[in-house]
């Protein structure tokens, strides 16, 4: 295990400059037990989930509420751990890989600042053991440049209360990657917005993407957004969550809104709008 | 950008319009007790009430010069604020640190939740006596029962804290791999503050009480002991200047604790 940390070729920072890691999911299957504790009662969230994901890829996962998006994501995190199967990130294991998480919603500190909550991951040791490499001035350094990436430059001092809920969200894509994340991992971070917001942070989530050139793995209920911004999307079905099919979009991205009704678009669409109501 | 002074403009309206309702709140707190005082005197004076039972507050203020000026109060009000201080330092450290551990480890807290409910229910003032017989009549034991009073509040509201916290801000501190003592300098602590702070007020009180009831049992010196002597003697104004004090204690402390936790927790300034 410890060797295979070591010869890990691509550890450390240059490889997330290089486009962020492969990811590898097998047969993997995540249960939760039956709360009353009645034997066999529990719920399958996932069942025989088999997916590669080549490095800075873009993949959106979508799929009817309750089949397991969620938990796919926090697997992959490893926020928790799969029933079956196995998850490998880059050459190493998903406990060692580096992740920026953008949640859903509230999430940012109301305690930090904007430039203090994207500032959260470079101050943990997980990131950086050397405590001399974590000195303020640079954490501030790599903080400041994330903050100008995601379009906040001016808000650093302010608290998240202060700021719309647009903005939040920038805030929150940033502090994911401030790290310099290995994998992007996005739960649904445009849904509790308005449809305007939505559209521009999703034309600004193209261009970060594509100068961040992290691998990232995007859930999303909105099957126009995730094939607006991915290069494959995943249809998961409900109970237990399976693959039920993956669909290519082709166009190189950053795309242009105009990409949305173009006919790749809007054919991809509708299959994947026949695939995820069928059941 | 423009954005930026549209958005710094309302909390800052906000809060001017706050601290003008805030400078009137004080206003009118102060005529009332004006108000109050005038009253009692008015009164005192006019049914003619002896001053042992109730003393005017011309009397009491006559009292607490006589007080000031033999240089007794001074010595009361430092033994009892040096007690005070070192109880409720103990207390502060060790309800926040044991509010925060019960908060996070699952076992501890098992383990401490039914001593803790059961001591903060028991009316450990009753239990006065007892630490005199073990710590004796000085310094140690008068800290302590201010300690134990004040304890309870800051432990319970801590752990309030760590229970309000969001769910998802614990997910950010997992999904960045962050360590245990991490997610409790970074996310516990900081979360639960206003919580803490909370705790605190309710401790001044608390430790208070504590300090005039350990007097009760035996002390040569404190506020305490100047309310105990005072009604002995039959000087009332004593008793009274002795509770103002205290009163007045509780008061500058809890005003205090304000003041940090404006300065500690500052993005909590628009939501109050």
Redesign the interface.
Known sequence: MCAEVVVRPSAGEPRASLGGAGLTLAAVGKDFPDRSGTPGGGLVALDGVDLTVRPGEFIAVVGPSGCGKTTLLRLI???TGPTRGSIVVGAGEV?DAR???V?Q???L????TVLQNVA??L?????EPRRSRRTRGAVRARARELVELVGL???ES??????SGGMQQRANLA?ALA?APELL?MDEPFSALDAQTREELQIELQRIAVEANTTTVFVTHDIGEALYLADRVVVLTGRPGRIKEVLECPTARPRSLAYQVSEEFLGLRDRAWSLVHRD | MAAAETLSEAPRAAARRRSRGRRTGTWVGVVSVLGGLALWETVVSLSGVSSLILPAPSKIVEAFGELAASGDLWLDLGTSLRQFGAGFAIAGVLGVVFGLVMGQARYVRYASEPWVLALYATPSIGLAPLFIIWLGFGFQAKAFIVALMAFFPVVINTLSGVESLAREWLDVATSFKAGPVERFLKVAFPGALPYIFTGLRLAVGRGLVGIVVADFFGAQQGLGFLILQGAQRFRTTDVFVGTILLAALGVILTALLRLAERKTCPWRLDVR
């Open positions: 995190a490893g926020m406990r992740t920026g998480f949640f919603h509230a999430s500190y109301p305690w930090r959260f991951g101050e943990l040791r997980a990131r430059a001016g808000f302010y608290f998240p209360h202060q700021i502090r790290i991992l």
